[in-house]
């Protein structure tokens, strides 16, 4: 048994196939990507990692399991599955994660081709676990992968408490013991037992807390954006093999955007925090629908087409359009009148809450500081069109 002390929960204890896996390089990779990616340039203290996190997830998921007399080879595969979850992001995270998508056509979630063969898989058979069985769960398949990957995930629980405990910010304020005792399955669905719409409502307000002050803030998100652009810029200036950039460490891809000609400008910018300005930053009602649903290469191609009203380089322009609001905990199912019920056919809170997200949502245009003017100008002039 390894006792490994940790900021959010205390001492988590790690044995058995978690215990091993935890010296694989796949997992040890993780303490090199950042949790928050480029919040932390808004939140100095945001320096957590993906490693911290995913022994986070394993204590909860352990923890639920036992409340549910849950143990043997069930409990080794969900908890290596809890502990994995977040073996296939990509350097930054969610920052290249639509990146790596198209050019490798899949999710982070997707995890078989890490599994399949090599160190992981050799630690998992020496165990006894189907390899093939804790990516169904890390994917959120099955009874149990609602645990690692669902409206009820103990991953969700794990980050809203640790990001608000490194930003500093008070609004992750979600008890994690109280959810996991209350977790429970009815026909094979994961629910919040009788007498806990409040504990579901809880995960909510957090969750739309930190979206707006966090996850959504205008800093990250401009930098967030600038970073996608360099990636892809640097996949296409250099030839660099899509599968090794998904395996990259934050570090090591800063490293190569700086190294690069094309990107090495907005490498500077970022190590530096010399961010992009916003030039428009538009509510959800001013935005026309059919930029809403525009796809990648139709984003793409505006920018190119405000660039050259705007009189600027290609890649001074960056539009970021986040789609249309959604609020997916709204599906949380719990128990009330012993029914099974979804919080939004329950909560008053909803209604309010999905109000608020739509009121927050901006569509944004970013470019140097010397150039958002004219890019505003022609960015508008083009949208009213």
């Not at 296939?88 to 081709?113: A, C, K, M, N, S």
């Not at 892809?232 to 934050?250: K, Q, V, Y």
């Not at 209604?351 to 140097?368: H, M, T």
């Not at 150039?371 to 009213?384: E, I, P, Q, R, T």
Request: hydrophobic share 45%; glycine share 8%.
């Amino acid at each position: 048994m390894r006792a490994i002390k940790d900021a959010v929960h205390g001492y988590v204890e790690v044995d058995g196939v978690a215990r091993d896996l935890l010296d694989t390089a796949a997992v040890q990779r993780l303490r090199h990507v950042k949790q928050l990616s480029t919040v932390r340039l808004v939140y100095p203290s945001a320096n957590h990692t993906r490693f911290e996190h995913s022994l986070g997830v394993y204590h909860l998921a352990r923890r639920v399991l036992d409340g549910l007399g849950v143990d043997g080879a069930r409990a080794d595969a969900v908890g290596a599955a809890a502990l994995l979850h977040d073996v296939g992001h990509g350097p930054y995270g969610h920052q290249t994660e639509g990146v790596i998508e198209r050019r490798l056509g899949r999710h982070h979630d997707d995890v078989d081709h890490l599994l399949a063969d090599g160190e992981l898989a050799a630690v998992l058979e020496s165990h006894g676990v189907d390899a093939g069985a804790v990516a169904d769960l890390i994917a959120g398949e099955g009874r149990f992968g609602q645990l690692v990957s669902g409206d009820l995930d103990v991953d969700r629980t794990d980050y809203l408490v640790r990001d608000a405990h490194h930003t500093g910010v008070p609004y992750g304020t979600v008890d994690p013991g109280r959810l996991v005792r209350a977790l429970r399955f009815v026909d094979d669905d994961l629910v919040l037992g009788e007498g806990n719409v409040a504990t579901a409502e809880s995960l909510l307000v957090a969750r739309a807390l930190m979206n707006a002050t966090v996850y959504r803030h205008h800093v990250s998100r401009i930098a967030g954006s600038m970073l996608e652009r360099a990636a892809e810029a640097l996949l296409d200036a250099t030839g660099l093999d899509a599968e090794r950039f998904a395996r990259m460490t934050d570090a090591e891809l800063l490293a190569a955007l700086r190294e690069c000609e094309a990107t090495a400008d907005v490498a500077a910018r970022l190590a530096e925090r010399r961010l992009y300005k916003r030039a428009v930053w538009a509510e959800l009602d001013a935005v026309p629908a059919w930029l809403l649903d525009a796809d990648h290469e139709e984003v793409r191609a505006l920018e190119r087409e405000v660039a050259a009203e705007a009189g600027v380089d290609g890649r001074a322009v960056v539009i970021d359009c986040p789609g249309r609001p959604s609020m997916p905990e709204t599906e949380t199912r719990v128990v009330v009148g012993g029914e099974v019920r979804r919080l939004r056919e329950q909560s008053p809170l909803v209604e309010g809450l999905q109000a608020a997200q739509r009121a927050q949502w901006r569509f944004g245009v970013y470019a140097p500081a010397d150039a958002a003017d004219a890019v505003g100008d022609a960015a508008s002039a083009l949208l009213d069109a």
